[in-house]
């Protein structure tokens, strides 16, 4: 066992689905992803220059500690909502049967490859009603929100341009490096961060403390307001700017989209277009003399 696993062992030991430890496991595993940041944004954005490596540290805690302890407990990934309906197991339950075939000779060397797609190529099908769906949760979700926070940036922004007497031009555009742009928010960010927050921690939160009640399917309680507190404090960790805590907010919504769609696929995909947005208008919008 490696330093990093005992460390994680003492403060996020693993739940192994008794619903009395998992809040211990989920909260343990969000204050060490803090102080991973806490640390590491200064150290390797600020003083070393490494523009991104911080962020690279924490979707790689993101990712790979949810799954190895879904995979060292023999736990299906689907179980935790860490899926997308057959979009990624079918796939690469294509891909594990041509290694097979053509690696005959090599078994030994594919044998590792193909035991970590298990978990997500057994009994993998295509369930189109759940994508579409969560394609459909997704577009409402954009639809609903997206207006009014465009008007609202722009409303405030006029507010504060008047109190320094300034006025504000808006010209509405796209991003620079639109599909570059879709491509980072979509996979890079969305997709690590919900598997980790909404996936893997939402689950272990939602056995921990049970929604109390629900509003349109989607279940509200101690969980949700946890998870979204540890995903808001996630984005301040390192900065230390109070405006980095209010990704809380959309956090409420993404828990909303995972708990309605039952996977991972509507909150990634407005997770990611949310972030896009945000770029859009803060290229659409600046202040005047």
Same mark, same amino acid.
């Given at each position: @066992?490696?330093?990093?696993?005992?460390?994680?062992?003492?403060?996020?030991?693993?739940?192994?689905?008794?619903?009395?430890?998992?809040?211990?496991?989920?909260?343990? *595993? !969000?204050?060490? =992803?803090?102080?991973?940041?806490?640390?590491?944004?200064?150290?390797?954005?600020?003083? +070393?220059? =490494?523009?991104?490596?911080?962020?690279?540290?924490?979707?790689?805690?993101?990712? %790979?500690?949810?799954?190895?302890?879904?995979?060292?407990?023999?736990?299906?990934?689907?179980?935790?909502?860490?899926?997308?309906?057959? *979009?990624?197991?079918?796939?690469?339950?294509?891909? $594990?049967?041509?290694?097979?075939?053509?690696?005959?000779?090599?078994?030994?060397?594919?044998?590792?490859?193909?035991?970590?797609?298990?978990? #997500?190529?057994?009994?993998?099908? =295509?369930?189109?009603?759940?994508?579409?769906?969560?394609?459909? =949760?997704?577009?409402?979700? !954009?639809?609903?929100?997206?207006?009014? %926070?465009?008007?609202?940036?722009?409303?405030?922004?006029? #507010?504060?341009?008047?109190?320094?007497?300034?006025?504000?031009?808006?010209?509405?555009? &796209?991003?620079?490096? &639109?599909?570059?742009?879709?491509?980072?928010?979509?996979?890079?960010?969305?997709?690590? $961060?919900? *598997? %980790?927050?909404?996936?893997?921690?939402?689950? +272990?939160?939602?056995?921990?403390?049970?929604?109390?009640?629900?509003?349109?399917?989607?279940?509200?309680?101690?969980?949700?307001?946890?998870?979204?507190? @540890? %995903?808001?404090?996630?984005?301040?960790?390192?900065?230390?700017?109070?405006?980095?805590?209010?990704?809380?907010?959309?956090?409420?919504?993404?828990?909303?989209?995972?708990?309605?769609?039952?996977?991972?696929?509507?909150?990634?995909?407005?997770?990611?277009?949310?972030?896009?947005?945000? $770029? @859009?208008?803060?290229?659409?919008?600046?202040?005047?003399?």
């Amino acid at each position: @066992m490696g330093a990093l696993e005992r460390a994680l062992a003492r403060i996020a030991p693993p739940s192994h689905g008794a619903p009395a430890l998992a809040a211990r496991e989920a909260l343990g *595993l !969000c204050v060490g =992803l803090v102080v991973l940041l806490g640390f590491s944004k200064p150290l390797l954005d600020g003083v +070393l220059g =490494l523009t991104g490596a911080a962020y690279a540290l924490a979707a790689a805690w993101q990712l %790979f500690i949810p799954l190895d302890r879904l995979d060292r407990a023999r736990i299906h990934p689907a179980s935790f909502g860490i899926h997308v309906h057959g *979009l990624v197991g079918v796939p690469l339950r294509i891909l $594990e049967h041509a290694l097979v075939v053509r690696a005959a000779g090599k078994r030994a060397s594919v044998k590792a490859v193909v035991r970590w797609f298990r978990p #997500y190529t057994w009994r993998a099908r =295509l369930n189109r009603r759940g994508v579409l769906r969560e394609l459909g =949760l997704a577009a409402l979700a !954009c639809g609903v929100t997206f207006p009014p %926070f465009c008007l609202g940036f722009v409303e405030l922004q006029r #507010y504060l341009a008047a109190r320094s007497n300034h006025s504000v031009v808006v010209d509405w555009q &796209l991003p620079p490096e &639109l599909l570059s742009l879709l491509a980072t928010h979509l996979l890079v960010v969305a997709v690590p $961060e919900e *598997l %980790f927050y909404r996936g893997y921690i939402h689950t +272990l939160l939602v056995r921990a403390w049970p929604p109390r009640f629900t509003v349109f399917g989607a279940g509200l309680g101690a969980a949700v307001l946890v998870g979204s507190f @540890m %995903f808001a404090l996630g984005h301040f960790a390192g900065e230390w700017n109070p405006a980095r805590l209010g990704p809380f907010f959309p956090a409420l919504l993404f828990c909303a989209l995972r708990s309605v769609g039952g996977g991972l696929l509507a909150a990634v995909i407005y997770h990611g277009l949310s972030n896009v947005v945000g $770029e @859009m208008v803060r290229v659409s919008v600046h202040w005047g003399p």
